[in-house]
């Protein structure tokens, strides 16, 4: 069984470009988490997709959006760059909303803004 | 979302038990209680949850309190491999599927 996947490893971008970070769900997964982790701190989370549809949100602004493919693979965008993005970037996968089993993460996405 | 407390730091010795404490005092009747754990480069994984009772997996053993405003996360026999980040995170039905992690407890394991 493949577990969740993540790419790139590592990103560096400048202030105000736009970024897209990607995420394999662990087999038979439906629900896809993505969480922002800065340096020292725990995750924080931004928001979920749920069979392809956006289903809670944390607070990030509207320059985090996301989508979720029907294979359950997820992406991230962050436009408009800023220095405090710079950050690990994680997806999570699980296998069924309702029944809030444990989440997998993928190893992350280290994006630095300069 | 409650928030939990926890110790920002423990050492143990290894093939000792850790006690890990985390206080909850805000804990609603839906939330459930959950652990990760971050080893260092990587993501979080599962360790253990519970909504009540105590609970044991292949990992750890979760203790909780009666009144549920507090749990200890149990590593019977710490080794070298299970330094780490702790976690506890409570987990609302009604806000969904999202995990709400505070600063978790750094663990440090003493050959």
């Known amino acids: 069984e493949t577990g969740v996947t993540q790419s790139p490893t590592h990103l560096i971008k400048t202030r105000g470009q736009q970024v897209t970070l990607r995420c394999s769900s662990q087999?038979?997964?439906?629900?896809v988490s993505w969480y922002q982790q800065a340096l020292g701190q725990g995750p924080q989370f931004i928001f979920q997709y749920y069979r392809e549809e956006e289903n809670g949100r944390g607070n990030f602004p509207p320059r985090f959006s996301g989508l979720q493919f029907p294979n359950y693979s997820s992406e991230l965008n962050v436009n408009a760059l800023e220095l405090d993005d710079s950050a690990l970037y994680l997806c999570?996968?699980?296998?069924?909303?309702?029944?809030?089993?444990?989440?997998?993460f993928g190893p992350g996405t280290r994006l630095t803004v300069l | 979302d409650a928030k939990t407390t926890q110790p920002n730091s423990m050492e143990s010795n290894e093939e000792e038990p850790v006690h890990l404490p985390c206080n909850h005092s805000?804990?609603?009747?839906?939330?459930?209680i959950h652990w990760y754990r971050q080893l260092p480069s990587q993501g979080p994984e599962y360790v253990i949850h519970g909504l009540t009772s105590n609970v044991n997996n292949r990992m750890a053993s979760l203790a909780i309190a009666e009144d549920r405003k507090s749990s200890t996360l149990i590593l019977h026999r710490a080794t070298l491999r299970d330094a780490a980040v702790y976690y506890c995170?409570?987990?609302?039905?009604?806000?969904?599927?999202?995990?709400?992690f505070g600063g978790g407890t750094r663990v440090l394991v003493k050959p």
């Open positions: 805000t804990i609603s009747g839906t939330d459930y």
């Open positions: 995170i409570l987990m609302d039905r009604a806000a969904g599927n999202k995990l709400t």
């Open positions: 087999s038979g997964h439906n629900t």
């Open positions: 999570a996968s699980s296998s069924d909303f309702l029944s809030y089993n444990e989440q997998f």
